[in-house]
């Protein structure tokens, strides 16, 4: 028997929450029953500097029941960095954790299969989705965009697996190892080297208020997940220089020959084309390598990534 925490990171979530905390003190309930898990363990919540009520909602349902913990952020920090605080909080205390998103549209019923695959020596096992019919069509596709661009980016992911995974506590440990502050957990957690599996699941829709992940937000971590893990972007911009630089030679030898020939002709359109193509080129690669710049620079800085200003937690 393990004991076992259900890290579970929310923002605003005041409409879902409350059934949250039922559905996931039941589930505990029930693995107990079976033997797979200890009576000890139990739901940690990171609150991450919700405005709504959900800090007040959490403080209600730990009173109510010794399966929920709560930590709560000083500020909004990301998703990220709140699942992270999460995991940092338990791993002294638990055998495996696993993470899982407050508004449970990952079935919670194939972690059962998950503690099954850490028995048989799964260090990390990973919830796979096996169809994304529960998406709208801009968000199924634009996700299915992601994932190979950051394969073709030589980034290592797991396709169609977010952030519901279980890690055992050596897992952990290691990862909080890892000391960036733009973080991608979804590439360096394939990165760490353990034992993996999968389980897989239908994605279930939503049981009230709104994601949290726009288009926007989506785009942002595509970005840092590139940045963080290759310099491929460094590596297309210098090919794509040195494609211009032969179209420009090619060019020049155009024009001599033109020149010889007597076929030159005014060309003012094409001229103006390729001095704003090339000033659109230069300012679009001067904004890739600033955006490294910008990530070593924060990185330098050594700030905290999160600040826990209160906790609920049973003895």
């Given at each position: ?131 994304r019919k529960s998406d709208s ?167 905290p990534r999160y600040d826990i ?7």
């Amino acid at each position: 028997m393990y004991k076992l925490a259900i890290v579970v990171p929310c923002y605003n979530e005041e409409a879902i929450l409350k059934n949250t905390c039922e559905t996931l003190v039941n589930l505990l309930d029930d693995l107990t029953l079976t033997g797979k898990i200890t009576d000890q363990s139990y739901v940690l919540f990171v609150n991450d500097g919700s405005s709504d009520d959900s800090w007040n909602i959490l403080c209600r349902e730990h009173d109510l029941s010794n399966r929920i913990n709560a930590i709560n952020l000083a500020a909004n920090v990301g998703h990220q960095n709140a699942l992270l605080a999460g995991l940092d909080y338990v791993q002294d205390d638990v055998d495996i954790a696993i993470s899982i998103d407050a508004d449970l549209q990952d079935d919670i019923c194939v972690i059962e299969q998950m503690i099954d695959k850490y028995s048989k020596g799964a260090d990390i096992v990973y919830g796979v989705r096996n169809n994304r019919k529960s998406d709208s069509f801009l968000k199924r596709n634009s996700a299915n965009l992601f994932y190979k661009f950051m394969t073709a980016m030589g980034v290592k992911t797991i396709y169609n697996h977010a952030d519901f995974r279980l890690m055992s506590r050596r897992v952990i440990k290691q990862l909080m190892l890892y000391k960036e502050r733009n973080l991608y957990l979804r590439g360096i957690i394939p990165s760490l080297g353990y034992k993996t599996d999968c389980v897989y699941y239908t994605r279930l829709k939503r049981g009230g208020g709104k994601s949290k992940y726009s288009l926007s937000k989506m785009l942002r971590l595509a970005s840092d997940g590139i940045t963080s893990f290759t310099t491929r972007p460094i590596t297309l911009i210098t090919v794509l220089g040195f494609i211009i630089i032969l179209f420009a030679l090619a060019a020049f030898v155009y024009t001599l020959i033109s020149y010889f020939t007597g076929n030159t002709a005014p060309g003012w359109s094409s001229l103006m084309i390729s001095i704003w193509f090339l000033g659109g080129v230069q300012l679009f690669s001067i904004g890739i390598v600033g955006k490294y710049v910008g990530k070593a620079y924060f990185e330098t800085k050594q700030r905290p990534r999160y600040d826990i200003v209160e906790e609920l937690k049973h003895e």
